[in-house]
């Protein structure tokens, strides 16, 4: 039952003050059946409510059936090879679109305790697809309380967001249904700005919906339409 409390109570990864946020749907975790997903997701029960990205996986988390060596190659997943990009095009790097320096961003930027990012998902339970709740269904099955503090844990994320002062937030992962989810979870009201990105019109900082960030949905013309728009404020630097 901790494992469980502390699971369904984190709320994410890096530095929520005065950063850059990233709001998924829900964490991804693999086949719930893998030998991987059964040890991660029990390594994950003992985390605390905010982590940092390189402590949580440095060791601890598996891939492949091996421990993460984050020093050495840490994972290389689409959602945190696009935030890479956005955040590098964000800091003003005329080579953003380029992968080498993006996998440098993740190995040593992303989601870091002092640094400038915190990513974190509206559901702490974890899914391999959003049609799978395999997870949801065996943790219902393990605590009876399960809704409840899944309310009490999106208070407190709106709460932490509201009281962060974020410079901007991202949510990824478009159309009608998961744009709902966020309105519902976030209190966004959706308006949008270009081709595929919609800004929250009752927030004055950039609070935005792009599209998911894997399975193709995400593309470099995004980003490079938040240049247009102004929405991306960094200085241009060669590198």
């Known amino acids: 039952m901790k494992e469980v409390d502390s699971i369904v109570g984190f709320l994410g990864y890096g530095n929520p003050t005065e950063s850059v946020w990233f709001i998924g749907i829900e964490e991804g975790l693999g086949d719930a059946n893998s030998a991987d997903a059964l040890k991660n997701l029990k390594a994950r029960g003992t985390f605390d409510a905010v982590m940092d990205l390189h402590d949580a996986h440095h060791k601890r988390l598996r891939e492949n059936g091996t421990p993460i060596d984050f020093d050495a190659k840490p994972p290389s997943t689409p959602v945190w090879q ?3 990009k956005i955040m590098r095009a964000y800091e003003g790097y005329d080579n953003w679109r380029d992968v080498n320096p993006a996998n440098e961003y993740i190995r040593c ?9 915190f990513l974190t998902e509206l559901s702490p339970i974890p899914s391999n697809s959003t049609a799978n709740r395999a997870w949801m269904e065996a943790f219902n099955k393990l605590d009876s309380e399960l809704g409840e503090k899944l309310a009490r844990r999106r208070d407190r994320l709106l709460e932490l ?5 974020p410079r901007m937030v991202i949510c990824y992962g478009d159309g009608k249904v998961k744009a709902r989810e966020y309105e519902s979870s976030l209190g966004a009201e959706w308006t949008s700005i270009g081709v595929r990105i919609a800004r929250d019109s009752k927030r004055a900082y950039p609070f935005l919906l792009l599209p998911f960030f894997g399975n193709g949905q995400m593309s470099q ?7 247009k728009l102004g929405i991306l404020p960094g200085r241009s630097r060669r590198s």
Do not use: K, P, Q, Y
């Open 161 to 165: 967001l509201n009281h962060s002062c």
């Open 109 to 117: 930027c992303l989601g870091r305790r002092d640094g400038t990012t």
């Open 221 to 227: 013309s995004v980003i490079e339409e938040m240049h």
């Open 82 to 84: 696009w935030i890479a």
